[in-house]
């Protein structure tokens, strides 16, 4: 049977497979920081003569931003378009690495084998794993398992702002039949699934000038405004005792989970106490009146990302500095419109500014959230595909993070989306020691031929 | 006569004297950050020289710290104390700066010579002052004017940890019959002043731990606790609406202004809206029940002089951190004791944090507020010989500032002190481009030699 020479194929592979992502994870894709603009377009590179060699014409195709690498291949009715992202996370700090980040090892753990680097899991080593399936069925079969587009993106880290006018500009060569994602997770170490309900995000960066200049603690302290002051009392007062989020409006278009999938996410082993037990934590500090797994997939959030503001080395400054900033992060859930958000956002923190002090905002985007039509028979068939490779059905599940692209997809292309990945909880995404269990690269490429198998 | 001789030779030695304040403002004296270590000695050795020069004993006197310049010299009844600093705070934001903190200049402006650069104004130009009156009374008499003492700590900017030990162990060698300290300020462009009361200064940084390590916004926000949140949270409740600080107990020792002083003070022409128009702000911000002035000189306060945590570079990064950081200082006045405000501050933040983090502290030193005793003679003798100078009465003030040194004259050596300073509102001290007018410098060397003559 060919299914099975193709994963025998892949089984025999992995070494090479292995080396092949390694060389990729040696290049610092850090799309937010303009230092690593070269080594984006250079990642980009690395894949177009890869996706080449696997028989594909591709092309890095230039954005204001970092290149998309584009790639067709194979023939057939079925038409496929797959997506995932080459860029990576910032690794600061760099101190709590145990090695370089972009110095990737396959290093022996007590759960077994795991590759360490930035980006192992988010996304090189997800998007490697379709690529080497792809890679496989040609060696086996001499052609592509059917029409394939392959798209990947050099800016998912950093808000993704070509992301759109690229779709709109490129919209027919891009449509397909449906959209594979591999940029998720499995529910459990053991438990494949396609994840259906994604969280939006809207990123927001605030300033806020008070004196013209740096002041002295002990000249001005207690008559001039001080603005990390402010921030904190502005900020302090994000949530309330309940964990509630206090913007008005913020809660408008954010409906109570229907009760078959409130039925479902009970029925799946969530351990709320290993969740946060796993990083140091015990209680659950969101909205008080929802489950840990509802304030995850389906409640939205407001988070500070980030703060800085006067003194902050050695020692001490009696310092009333002249500014204090934040970047603020809003999860979003069901029908949240960001723009009414990011507005409403803004117009509540300049209502709490004394009138002599002033706010300056930078956006770092926003999209609303992505539920899934899981009605399309290709969920079904991707369900049973991995419930074959991991032994144990498929879930649907909710994701806490926001892959906006998935909403994109309907929104610009008219096209369904399917979330499969095959990350871990405890994989370290966006910190320090990211990893990707080899058992994952291995059974997630093994995923990946099977779901071809059916879909093609 | 004698003084006129003094103050003549003063006024044509003033470019010499000006060269030998600009060699000593070239030493980076950064007495907070250990990498300044050797130019704090550096600082300390030249001052040995110089007044060695001036037939003082002189020694640069080791601590587990930077060292103390200890000098003796003079003979007769009188024993005066001169204190003063030679470290510096830090140049942060360099880029502020219109030039090298440390390659000092002296640049005309619309209201004057002023010498530009780190420690201009606090302390090297305020303590040469002293020094070049020494210096001009030795050319003209050939001795100094009665015994001195000359102590000069390079520990002021961080804390003076090595201060009340080394009093301790020296008690018998520094003990004089006042101490003089230039450290202060005139009151306005051209009214010489006293300081008698200035606040005490508490010191604490934090930082919150929540999680074992950053995460992923996505994956864990709205059920992990995000510290920077709790930080911003706990910090924007130092304040109420009022502007009254919250911690328990905070007001504990906290006095009502003597009539007598609130008269002096409703009698100086102290203009509040240039001194907050001055640094581009309008609305004093402290407790809405006094004036700017108690607010400055009377009132404690609360503030933070510095915050960090999360991703603060460029772009944006969806990171829940594990740690998130501040130091916040507390001015005090008159009995408040910095201890029980320590105690009582940690017991605030304590309580208010979520059972599963916990906060961290590190104490930056702590001291209570000062209030001469203006009855002593010496106070009224000063006084009239700073209205000689200056051509308008002094007056007796209060200081926003802390100079605990002056409360530790008293405490460990029994001894009164006199702050007599030439700095002005817009010396920039603590802050990018800091001056000191070339007048004050001058005017206040003359000061010193009219106030020699009348103490001696």
Same mark, same amino acid.
């Given at each position: 049977?060919?299914?099975?020479?193709?994963?025998?194929?892949?089984?025999?592979?992995?070494?090479?497979?292995?080396?092949?992502?390694?060389?990729?994870?040696?290049?610092?894709?850090?799309?937010?920081?303009?230092?690593?603009?070269?080594?984006?377009?250079?990642?980009?590179?690395?894949?177009?003569?890869?996706?080449?060699?696997?028989?594909?014409?591709?092309?890095?195709?230039?954005?204001?931003?970092?290149?998309?690498?584009?790639?067709?291949?194979?023939?057939?009715?079925?038409?496929?378009? =797959?997506?995932?992202?080459?860029?990576?996370?910032?690794?600061?700090?760099?101190?709590?690495?145990?090695?370089?980040?972009?110095?990737?090892?396959?290093?022996?753990?007590?759960?077994?084998?795991?590759?360490?680097?930035?980006?192992?899991?988010?996304?090189?080593?997800?998007?490697?794993?379709?690529?080497?399936?792809?890679?496989?069925?040609?060696?086996?079969?001499?052609?592509?398992?059917?029409?394939?587009?392959?798209?990947?993106?050099?800016?998912?880290?950093?808000?993704?702002?070509?992301?759109?006018?690229?779709?709109?500009?490129?919209?027919?060569?891009?449509?397909?039949?449906?959209?594979?994602?591999?940029?998720?997770?499995?529910?459990?170490?053991?438990?494949?699934?396609?994840?259906?309900?994604?969280?939006?995000?809207?990123?927001?960066?605030?300033?806020?000038?008070?004196?013209?200049?740096?002041?002295?603690?002990?000249?001005?302290?207690?008559?001039?405004?001080?603005?990390?002051?402010?921030?904190?009392?502005?900020?302090?007062?994000?949530?309330?005792?309940?964990?509630?989020?206090?913007?008005?409006?913020?809660?408008?278009?954010?409906?109570?989970?229907?009760?078959?999938?409130?039925?479902?996410?009970?029925?799946?082993? =969530?351990?709320?106490?290993?969740?946060?037990?796993?990083?140091?934590?015990?209680?659950?500090?969101?909205?008080?009146?929802?489950?840990?797994?509802?304030?995850?997939?389906?409640?939205?959030?407001?988070?500070?990302?980030?703060?800085? +503001?006067?003194?902050?080395?050695?020692?001490?400054?009696?310092?009333?500095?002249?500014?204090?900033?934040?970047?603020?992060?809003?999860?979003?859930?069901?029908?949240?419109?960001?723009?009414?958000?990011?507005?409403?956002?803004?117009?509540?923190?300049?209502?709490?500014?004394?009138?002599?002090?002033?706010?300056?905002?930078?956006?770092?985007?926003?999209?609303?959230?992505?539920?899934?039509?899981?009605?399309?028979?290709? =969920?079904?068939?991707?369900?049973?595909?991995?419930?074959?490779?991991?032994?144990?059905?498929?879930?649907?599940?909710?994701?806490?993070?926001?892959?906006?692209?998935? +909403?994109?997809?309907?929104?610009?292309?008219?096209?369904?989306?399917?979330?499969?990945?095959?990350?871990?909880?405890?994989?370290?995404?966006?910190?320090?020691?990211?990893?990707?269990?080899?058992?994952?690269?291995?059974?997630?490429?093994?995923?990946?031929?099977?779901?071809?198998?059916?879909?093609?």
């Amino acid at each position: 049977m060919t299914l099975d020479a193709v994963l025998s194929r892949i089984d025999t592979d992995l070494p090479e497979a292995l080396d092949r992502l390694l060389e990729l994870l040696r290049i610092p894709s850090i799309s937010t920081d303009p230092a690593y603009k070269a080594d984006c377009a250079r990642a980009a590179d690395w894949l177009v003569e890869d996706l080449k060699s696997l028989g594909f014409e591709a092309a890095s195709r230039p954005t204001p931003g970092h290149p998309m690498v584009v790639a067709h291949g194979g023939s057939g009715d079925k038409h496929l378009l =797959f997506y995932g992202h080459y860029d990576v996370q910032p690794v600061d700090p760099l101190t709590l690495w145990d090695r370089d980040p972009f110095d990737p090892q396959v290093q022996d753990t007590a759960k077994g084998k795991v590759i360490r680097g930035r980006g192992s899991s988010d996304d090189k080593g997800q998007l490697m794993t379709f690529l080497e399936a792809c890679r496989a069925w040609k060696a086996v079969h001499g052609t592509l398992p059917c029409k394939l587009t392959i798209f990947l993106e050099g800016e998912e880290e950093s808000g993704s702002p070509s992301l759109i006018p690229f779709m709109q500009a490129n919209a027919a060569e891009l449509k397909a039949d449906i959209a594979l994602i591999c940029d998720t997770g499995l529910f459990d170490d053991s438990t494949p699934a396609i994840t259906t309900m994604l969280r939006g995000l809207l990123g927001e960066e605030m300033t806020i000038h008070a004196a013209s200049k740096d002041l002295h603690s002990g000249s001005y302290g207690g008559a001039a405004a001080n603005p990390i002051k402010i921030l904190a009392k502005i900020l302090g007062n994000l949530s309330d005792a309940q964990g509630h989020i206090t913007i008005p409006h913020f809660y408008d278009g954010v409906a109570e989970l229907p009760d078959t999938i409130r039925a479902q996410w009970q029925s799946l082993s =969530f351990d709320h106490a290993k969740f946060l037990g796993d990083v140091g934590l015990s209680i659950p500090i969101g909205e008080q009146d929802r489950t840990p797994l509802e304030m995850l997939w389906s409640r939205p959030t407001a988070e500070i990302n980030g703060i800085w +503001g006067g003194y902050t080395g050695d020692g001490f400054k009696t310092v009333l500095p002249a500014q204090a900033h934040a970047k603020v992060s809003f999860r979003l859930v069901g029908d949240q419109d960001a723009d009414a958000i990011r507005d409403n956002f803004r117009a509540w923190v300049e209502a709490q500014l004394p009138a002599d002090c002033r706010v300056e905002w930078k956006s770092h985007g926003g999209g609303g959230a992505s539920v899934m039509a899981i009605d399309d028979p290709a =969920f079904e068939a991707a369900r049973l595909a991995l419930g074959a490779e991991w032994g144990k059905p498929a879930a649907y599940i909710g994701c806490g993070g926001s892959i906006p692209i998935a +909403g994109y997809f309907k929104t610009y292309l008219d096209m369904d989306a399917m979330l499969i990945g095959f990350g871990r909880d405890d994989d370290q995404i966006h910190s320090p020691n990211e990893k990707y269990d080899l058992e994952c690269f291995h059974k997630g490429t093994r995923s990946w031929a099977r779901i071809l198998a059916k879909l093609a």
